[in-house]
């Protein structure tokens, strides 16, 4: 269940070359995850969000969160002896 409602809000990001310089955005939007989870840390809720970007629904919110952690999780570390 959990694999399947993470992939399904992996659907709601997008990479375009044209749009925000190929960062990953919400799909329909110019809003970037980075800029979500910046919010986010920052200590704005979903509600806060939802308010001030009325163009995203919760899903999108939780679709930047899963980007990241796929992307956190699928990194490698190199270790780069010098």
């Known amino acids: 269940m959990f694999v399947v409602m993470l992939m399904k809000n992996l659907e709601r990001i997008e990479i375009n070359p044209k749009k925000v310089g190929g960062k990953p955005v919400i799909k329909g939007t110019r809003i970037p ?9 920052n200590g704005w809720s979903f509600d806060d969000i939802l308010k001030n970007y009325p163009q995203l629904k919760k899903d999108d919110i939780l679709a930047a969160i899963a980007y990241a952690s796929k992307i956190l999780k699928d990194e490698e570390y190199i270790e780069v002896s010098g």
């Open 33 to 41: 995850v980075y800029f979500i989870l910046e919010l986010i840390a």
